[in-house]
């Protein structure tokens, strides 16, 4: 007894060990499959990194699921990971797997035959989407006990269809489609009793296809498409009753539609496009209830179209294009929920009477290459839902509806290759959304109306082979889209419109055989345009042709109002609009930033290396140059009560707090090349900004110094941050300026959202405010050096004030190095003459600045960005838009295109102008402040200041 007490707990535990030992090994056997199926794939994206030997947990494996009870691996899910290499065999040493899942890899290789026998109790195989090649191996589906789901669809394999897939019995969904199969469908695949879903497409599939569906056919989807079919559809199709959607298109199937489709109560869609198939087609599609698609495109079809169809309520796309069918277009058309409806390329000739309001979902009517006569029908342009229409190669004549305006939402017009006369009318500019609108091959007349520069999403325009007369519309010039224009043969006359030069993705523009004469639009579009687009005109002057025609464009002048270069007054004497001034002084602007445009970005680059270079030398250089920030509170000395206060002007020449206590951490604004800026109360109460300079070891003697910053004191203007006073000791240095509480421009432009970004108007005040006061400066003999977003602060009202000028001046000499290692924070605003030791440095370089500044208000962008491996240069892609024309894509996107462009895209050139290369290129700031102040105020602007 009691032995046996003693034998059943150590039977027991026997037991147990046994069991233990036995889940091991399995788990043992899982891990090492896997670990071997992860040597034998390649794993770019490391997605198997956490599958190792020595984690004997495979369970939390990323794509690896097993069974909770036995800690057996049941699924393993890898879809897209960017495995490759060949179908590992280790995957047959899984045999827990339920679901192997590896869709979207690289995986190449044959699929193993033993894979359905091996994994006995695989219930889900998805292999689609990878490289696997060869046969599918005749025997795969020769165990295949519990498979339900199957894919191998997109890969590339070759063979037949092993004949043993009829014996899968647990099959729910097939899916081969997309490979290279080839030969027939296998006998007995229709009696599969679950089979739900089949996908052959996409094959080299032939023979004709088997009939032998049981009345308990499960399938529900069966696409065949796409292989090479022939013969007739089975007869009995029909008898799998619940086929929801039935695709046989592309093959070469023949004889008609068979009858009992009609059974198919529950279809919803029906494929038969582009066979052979012959007959009417059948009254009983009516039947199909459910029909939401159905496609009889490029078959033989004949007859009429039947009525019935209108039965079919829930239809939404009916392809009947490219048969022979005949008679009037069915009223259904435009009866039924339809959005589509193709009858292309039929023989139909009659107008149903189109019912009143109707169509009202449809949103493509083709009814192109059939034999419609007499007039467009009036309804047609009330079909609000409408965005393509082709009527094209019809007999139709008549007038085109002007209600073809009030159709918002029409993408596509088609009406070439039709008898259309009378003149195109003026309301197409109502149809906003066009994309397409083609009109050739008619007998139009009258002139091309200029309401058309409306249609702003326009990209292929045809008008050719009609009458149209008088001058191609300078509103074409709106169209920025535009990329395929045709107007040839026509009787135009004219020249082409100088705004054509404004269409930046124009790469067809055909204007041959008309009667236009003059030059050319300048453009680089019309710079290499091919002479056949020009051929047969009364005297169109190509580039290419090289005669001595010019091109149309502006003529040039010049800023200087006393240069002998001055053809305007005697080319144009008697066009005093100051709209024409404006235009014309920028326009010489753009000849002059265009020009410099190589050798600029060639300039900055260098600067930008330079800086970098001079940028590590300074940092390793610092502690010689800098003062430490708490300078003050370190060396009590008496250094703050020895040293000199001078206050220009009236305020209290003390600070409210100790000397010490002032400059602290706390209270800094700001820091640049020169200094740290911190704000503090005087004693009495006024706030100020104090510079302290950390350039002190340079600093001239006191006396110079003394008279440095006593001069710029003296230039007081409301665009410029006034100078209050200065501190001095021989270690410390400070400036006194007044605070500006708006901050600086640079937190402004970079550092805001959308809300409470600068209007255009703010922008626009602060350009002219900037220039404002840097003509101030140059009037004074100021240079400032050191012009940048974050020197510009606003004041209370958001006017700007100039800030941190002159201060290079306080050096002992102006070592170019040390400078641009002082305003190594301006990057990208300094004017290339700074690296060029030859090239004096003059008020020029501030020009440069405000160029960029101006610039950079503009776009909200910063003067140069970095990105991972490439530097941005503003001037540059500012340069390449106005090539482009393409300017209103660079405006800063937070002004949401409420600017008006008029304004914006003078002060754009004149940046790009200030930015030339050559300092004697930039206007000086007078002449930005005149230019600037014209095109705020074209009308007041004297006429002759300029031009
Ligand atoms: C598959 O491999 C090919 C080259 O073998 C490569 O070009 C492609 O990007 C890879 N595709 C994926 C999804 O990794
Ligand atoms: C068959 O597989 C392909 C590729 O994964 C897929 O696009 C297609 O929809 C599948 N067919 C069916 C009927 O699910
Ligand atoms: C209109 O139909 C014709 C003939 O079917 C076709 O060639 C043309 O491309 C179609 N037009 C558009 C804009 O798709
Ligand atoms: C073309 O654009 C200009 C300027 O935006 C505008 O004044 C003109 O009315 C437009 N023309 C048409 C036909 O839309
Ligand atoms: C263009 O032709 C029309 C007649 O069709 C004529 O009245 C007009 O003066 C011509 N214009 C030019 C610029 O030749």
Avoid at 170 to 181: A, D, E, I, P, T
Avoid at 551 to 567: D, E, G, R
Avoid at 570 to 577: M, V
Avoid at 809 to 837: H, N
């Amino acid at each position: 007894m009691a032995a046996a007490t003693s034998a059943a707990p150590a039977l027991l535990l026997g037991a147990l060990l046994l069991v233990a030992a036995a889940t091991t090994a399995a788990l043992t056997d899982d891990v090492l499959a896997l670990v071997v199926f992860k040597t034998g794939v390649a794993d770019p994206l490391g997605r198997l990194a956490a599958w190792t030997e020595d984690d004997d947990r495979p369970c939390s494996w990323p794509g690896v699921g097993c069974d909770a009870r036995t800690g057996r691996v049941t699924s393993l899910s890898l879809a897209a990971e960017s495995l490759s290499g060949r179908l590992p065999r280790a995957l047959l040493r899984l045999d827990a797997l339920l679901t192997l899942s590896l869709p979207g890899n690289n995986l190449s290789g044959p699929v193993l035959p033993s894979l359905l026998g091996s994994l006995t109790r695989l219930r889900s195989l998805d292999l689609s989407s990878n490289r696997l090649a060869a046969a599918v191996p005749a025997d795969l589906f020769a165990q295949c006990r519990e498979i339900r789901s199957l894919s191998l669809a997109h890969n590339e394999l070759s063979g037949y269809i092993p004949t043993d897939v009829a014996s899968c019995s647990s099959l729910v969904s097939l899916n081969l489609s997309s490979n290279r199969l080839a030969g027939p469908i296998p006998d007995g695949l229709w009696s599969l009793p679950s089979l739900r879903s089949l996908d052959l497409s996409g094959n080299a599939l032939s023979g004709s296809v088997p009939g032998g569906f049981p009345r308990s056919s499960s399938l529900r989807a069966v696409d065949l498409s796409h292989n090479l079919f022939a013969g007739e559809i089975p007869a009995d199709i029909g008898e799998a009753a619940l086929l929801k959607s039935l695709d046989l298109g592309r093959n070469f199937f023949t004889g008609g539609l068979p009858d009992s489709l009609r059974r198919l109560s529950g279809l919803r869609f029906l494929g038969v496009g582009s066979n052979a198939l012959v007959g009417e087609v059948p009254a009983w599609i009516g039947e199909m209830w459910a029909l939401e698609r159905l496609d009889l495109s490029g078959n033989r079809f004949t007859g009429a179209i039947p009525d019935d169809i209108a039965n079919c309520k829930n239809m939404v796309e009916a392809d009947l294009s490219r048969n022979a069918l005949t008679g009037e277009l069915p009223w259904w058309v435009f009866g039924l929920p339809l959005q589509s409806v193709s009858v292309a390329g039929n023989k139909l000739y009659g107008w149903v009477k189109v019912p009143g309001d109707a169509a009202l979902s449809l949103r493509s009517l083709d009814l192109s290459s059939n034999g419609f006569s007499g007039g467009i029908p009036p309804q047609i342009p009330t079909f609000a839902s409408l965005q393509s229409l082709n009527l094209s190669s019809n007999s139709i004549s008549g007038q085109m509806p002007a209600g073809i305006g009030g159709m918002r939402l029409l993408e596509v017009l088609d009406a070439s290759a039709n008898h259309l006369n009378g003149s195109m009318p003026p309301e197409i500019g109502g149809a906003v959304a066009l994309r397409e609108l083609r009109m050739g091959r008619n007998s139009l007349t009258g002139r091309i109306p200029a309401q058309i520069g409306s249609c702003r999403s326009l990209v292929a325009l045809d008008f050719s082979h009609n009458e149209f007369t008088g001058s191609i519309p300078s509103a074409l010039g709106n169209l920025t889209s535009l990329q395929v224009v045709n107007l040839s043969q026509n009787k135009l006359n004219g020249t082409l419109p100088v705004e054509l030069s404004n269409l930046p993705s124009l790469h067809i523009f055909d204007v041959s055989h008309n009667s236009l004469s003059g030059g050319l639009p300048k453009s680089r579009f019309f710079d290499n345009i091919p002479a056949y687009f020009l051929s047969d005109n009364s005297g169109l002057c190509s580039s290419r042709k090289n005669n001595s025609c010019s091109t149309v464009m502006p003529k040039p002048i010049v800023l200087n109002p006393n240069s002998s270069l001055n053809p305007l007054s005697q080319a144009t004497p008697s066009s005093p609009s100051s709209m024409h001034h404006k235009k014309i002084i920028l326009s010489v602007s753009t000849l002059i930033a265009i020009a410099g445009g190589a050798a600029i970005a060639i300039g900055v680059i260098t600067v930008t290396v330079l800086n970098r270079r001079v940028r590590a030398a300074a940092s390793r250089s610092k502690p010689a140059i800098a003062l430490s920030d708490d300078y003050l509170s370190q060396s009590p000395e008496n250094d703050a009560s020895s040293g000199k206060l001078v206050m220009f002007g009236k305020g209290s020449p003390e600070f409210s707090a100790g000397g010490h206590a002032l400059l602290n951490k706390d209270c800094e604004l700001g820091r640049g090349g020169f200094g740290a800026v911190y704000k503090t109360v005087l004693r009495d109460g006024q706030p100020v900004a104090i510079k302290k300079l950390t350039v002190s070891s340079l600093v001239k003697s006191r006396d110079d110094f003394e008279r440095q910053v006593k001069l710029l004191s003296k230039v007081r203007h409301h665009n410029i941050v006034t100078l209050r006073g200065f501190y001095w000791t021989s270690s410390l240095q400070l400036l006194i300026y007044d605070y500006l509480p708006g901050g600086n421009l640079h937190k402004h432009l970079h550092e805001c959202t959308e809300e409470n970004s600068l209007s255009w108007m703010e922008r626009f005040d602060i350009i002219i405010g900037v220039a404002r006061g840097l003509m101030h400066l140059h009037q004074h003999g100021v240079v400032h050096y050191n012009l940048k977003s974050s020197n510009v602060l606003l004041d209370s009202n958001g006017e700007p004030r100039v800030g941190d000028y002159g201060l290079a001046k306080l050096l002992p000499m102006l070592d170019r190095y040390v400078l641009s290692s002082k305003i190594q924070s301006a990057l990208g605003y300094m004017a290339p003459e700074f690296t060029c030791k030859t090239v004096k440095i003059t008020e020029k370089c501030d020009v440069y600045g405000f160029g960029v500044l101006a610039l950079e208000i503009l776009t909200g962008r910063r003067p140069v960005e970095y990105l991972e491996d490439d530097v941005v240069v503003l001037c540059d892609v500012v340069r390449s838009a106005l090539e482009e024309d393409r300017l209103e894509d660079c405006m800063d996107q937070r002004l949401c295109g409420e600017f008006p462009m008029e304004e914006a895209i003078p002060i754009i050139k004149l940046g790009l102008v200030c930015t030339s290369q050559v300092p004697s290129n930039r206007p000086d700031m007078g002449e930005v402040v005149s230019i600037l102040e014209l095109v705020r105020n074209p009308q007041e602007s004297p006429g002759d200041e300029l031009v």
